[in-house]
């Protein structure tokens, strides 16, 4: 139905061989104008655009001049409808992919976020039991101190005992000591038991063995204690002790492997052979192992960067992309072929996060290394396309 006319054809009606054609009086809202068919009969509900009395239900005396225009006008405004439908249903559906795209990009700043917070709270632990073993080291170390003052004393005390002992037994002939000197002198000379006694009297007493220990307070910085910013020094203490807990359990992960799987290039072989069998994860874990045996094989994270890709981890596929091609300096023959790859796979992961722009610059430095592939041309042209698109669209 359309303003000024009514025809019944494929888009509304459809009775083949039959057409019903009206020329009415006035024009009519169409969209809400209906017409249905039932029992051999064709029900019509028309709604006026303006409410006014019409003096009949079709046009009267109509000439064939007439007729033709209001056809093709009619023709004219459905066609325009159709077009205003369609471009309305197609930034619906950039609004829906729009918005696909910002709960991404949400879930995955969420999953960065849960990570960073989990790496926070381990930090934490780490730093608290660093801290709790320097409280036991300063209590064992109080401890080992009285320790040794309590076997010392232990040591002393005897000693001391003796000595006074000694030098009781000492004062007891001196007290007799002129009458025995006087009975002495009458016929033994001057030779006595007094002077033997004062003989005996006259040795020390042995000293006691020790050993003293000097400690000094321990400094991992060689400036004094009280020109150090202890806050600032205590952090970097813990972050050294997080970053040796991490090399450590990469090490702890890596002696699970056994001797032949600790081999760059076995793990790179292992890694290809997934990827071939469609397990991307077991591959992309296989490139990781390999990564931290050595970082500086540009291949390793080319390889990783596809697996990425199936994976839909796309920022990652970049990062890993972008390693590849600044490892893979300076640009020489050899490593051309690799360098391709790289911006290819880059690109093929900007263009997926509908970033077509930076997408197309890959793919042109791809063609600039390779100039007569014709895949990534095609492909090229297909981006320069979509930008096209977004841009008239916008």
């Known amino acids: 139905m359309r303003s000024g006319s009514l025809e019944l054809h494929s888009g509304v009606v459809s009775i083949p061989p039959f057409l019903f054609e009206a020329i009415l009086y006035a024009p009519i809202d169409d969209t809400n104008s209906t017409a249905k068919i039932g029992n051999g009969n064709i029900f019509f509900t028309l709604y006026k655009k303006e409410p006014a009395m019409w003096d009949s239900l079709t046009l009267a005396d109509a000439g064939k001049e007439k007729l033709q225009y209001l056809r093709e006008n009619a023709v004219l405004k459905a066609q325009e409808k159709a077009k205003e439908e369609t471009e309305a249903k197609k930034i619906t559906k950039q609004e829906h992919k729009k918005y696909a795209l910002e709960a991404t990009m949400k879930l995955e700043e969420a999953e960065r976020k849960r990570i960073e917070d989990l790496k926070e709270k381990e930090r934490q632990k780490v730093a608290k039991e660093l801290e709790f073993w320097k409280n036991q080291q300063k209590y064992a170390d109080k401890y080992k101190s009285v320790r040794k003052k309590e076997e010392l004393h232990q040591e002393i005390k005897p000693l001391k005992e003796r000595k006074n002992e000694k030098m009781n037994k000492s004062r007891i002939?001196?007290?007799?000591?002129s009458n025995i000197r006087l009975k002495s002198t009458k016929g033994h000379g001057s030779c006595s038991i007094f002077s033997q006694n004062l003989e005996e009297e006259q040795l020390p007493a042995p000293r006691a063995a020790a050993t003293i220990?000097?400690?000094?307070?321990?400094?991992?910085?060689?400036?004094?204690?009280?020109?150090s910013r202890v806050a600032e020094e205590e952090e970097w203490l813990h972050k050294q002790a997080e970053?040796?807990?991490?090399?450590?359990?990469d090490l702890s992960e890596l002696e699970d492997l056994k001797e032949e799987e600790k081999n760059t290039d076995w793990l790179k072989?292992?890694?290809?052979?997934?990827f071939a069998m469609g397990n991307y994860l077991g591959a992309a874990n296989a490139y990781n192992l390999a990564v931290r045996l050595n970082n500086k094989l540009p291949l390793l994270y080319l390889n990783r960067a596809a697996c990425h890709l199936k994976l839909r981890n796309l920022h990652k596929a970049i990062e890993d992309s972008s390693k590849a091609l600044e490892l893979l300096t300076p640009p020489v023959p050899?490593?051309?072929?690799?360098?391709?790859?790289?911006?290819v796979r880059r690109g093929t992961a900007f263009c997926q996060l509908e970033l077509y722009t930076e997408g197309l610059r890959d793919y042109?430095?791809?063609?600039?290394?390779?100039?007569?592939?014709?895949?990534?041309?095609?492909?090229?042209?297909?981006i320069r396309h979509l930008i096209q698109e977004t841009m008239q669209s916008s």
Do not use: Q
């Open 173 to 177: 002939p001196n007290e007799g000591a």
């Open 213 to 227: 220990k000097v400690s000094f307070t321990p400094r991992v910085f060689p400036t004094a204690l009280r020109e």
């Open 243 to 249: 970053a040796r807990r991490r090399i450590n359990s």
């Open 269 to 274: 072989d292992k890694g290809n052979k997934m």
């Open 334 to 343: 050899d490593n051309e072929n690799a360098r391709m790859k790289a911006h």
């Open 364 to 382: 042109e430095a791809a063609l600039k290394i390779d100039p007569k592939n014709k895949n990534i041309e095609k492909d090229a042209e297909k």
